[in-house]
């Protein structure tokens, strides 16, 4: 089960990140929504979602985003299981070792 | 509850609120402005049976609306429509189904409403004077005065809600629609006058 899913949307100027992170925040699973608009141009916006609950449904969460208009650009992190594993840096991560 | 919190949502998305505004103002005006030249018109040519008034008013407030829900509705979807694919290009999705989509196909029926009824209504408000003489309420002679007074005060009242939107002073905005009005009955009483 997916507890916690961080998504880039591209999406119209309306409906606005406060109707689309109410929506998403009533979704079955979902207890937490946070929407951050990263660019915007002349009629859409970039926004970096990120979802947390107990079991997300992606294909809910899908749908409620075509439904508002938007569209997934790309699923940037999924965390799934019993509890998050949170992202570690690694001597591998081109950050890590700068 | 479902349904009204469907429809407050298209009206947000669809931003046709302003717009719907605009066309009720305009046509409800123009609804006041009509039924005042019918009266005065009647007044003028000195007539005596209160359903000449009724019908005239009553053909005008049918064609008022009819032409208002047409032109508004065509003209709004067509704006729409361009609006929407143009968004659509950006989004490189389609976007008929979506909220945006249904919005916008509200927006249009919504804005051909408000265009059609408002001159429809308060034509009728107008007309209501004819309506309670034609029951023997009271005479015509009555009827007409009370019609052009309820017509000029439409007006005014439209004015003093535009006053009130636009966070303005509402009675100088009554006054300034009142005055079109009767500018309206003036150029009529002197051509009677004339005749």
């Known amino acids: 089960m997916i507890r916690r899913i961080v998504l880039d949307v591209l ?24 929407v951050i608009i990263y660019e915007i141009d002349q009629q859409v916006e970039n926004a970096k979602i990120i979802i947390a609950g107990s079991s997300i449904d992606f294909e809910s969460i899908k749908k409620k985003l075509e439904e508002m208009g938007a569209t997934i650009h790309s699923v940037d992190e999924v965390a799934a299981g019993e509890r998050i ?14 | 509850m479902k349904f009204l919190e469907k429809i407050r949502r298209y009206i947000k998305i669809s931003e046709v609120a302003p717009i719907s505004r605009r066309y009720f103002i ?8 009509t039924i005042l030249g019918i009266v005065i018109g009647a007044y003028a040519a000195g007539i005596t049976n209160e359903f000449w008034v009724i019908w005239s008013g009553l053909g005008v407030s049918l064609a008022m609306g009819l032409s208002g829900f047409a032109g508004a509705y065509m003209t709004e979807e067509a704006e729409r429509e361009k609006k929407l694919n143009a968004l659509e290009k950006s989004m490189l999705i389609e976007l008929k189904d979506s909220v945006i989509g249904k919005a916008s196909r509200f927006a249009s029926l919504w804005a ?12 009728l408000v107008c ?22 007074a309820m017509a000029l005060t439409t007006m005014f009242l439209l004015g003093v809600f535009l006053g009130k939107i636009s966070n303005r002073n509402m009675l100088f905005h009554g006054a300034k629609m009142l005055f079109v009005g009767l500018i309206i009955t003036f150029i009529f009483l002197v051509l009677k006058i004339i005749q």
């Open chain 2, 26 to 33: 305009m046509n409800a005006f123009d609804g006041a402005t």
């Open chain 2, 112 to 123: 051909g409403i408000v265009d059609g009824v408002s001159p429809a209504l308060t034509a």
């Open chain 1, 11 to 34: 999406k119209p100027h309306n409906p606005s990140v406060v109707e689309v992170s109410e929506a998403l925040s009533h979704l079955e699973g979902v207890e937490a929504v946070n």
């Open chain 1, 85 to 98: 594993v949170e992202e570690v840096k690694t001597p591998q991560d081109r950050s890590a070792r700068i």
């Open chain 2, 127 to 148: 007309l209501t004077p004819f309506f309670l003489s034609s029951h023997g309420f009271f005479s015509i002679n009555f009827a007409i005065p009370l019609s052009v």
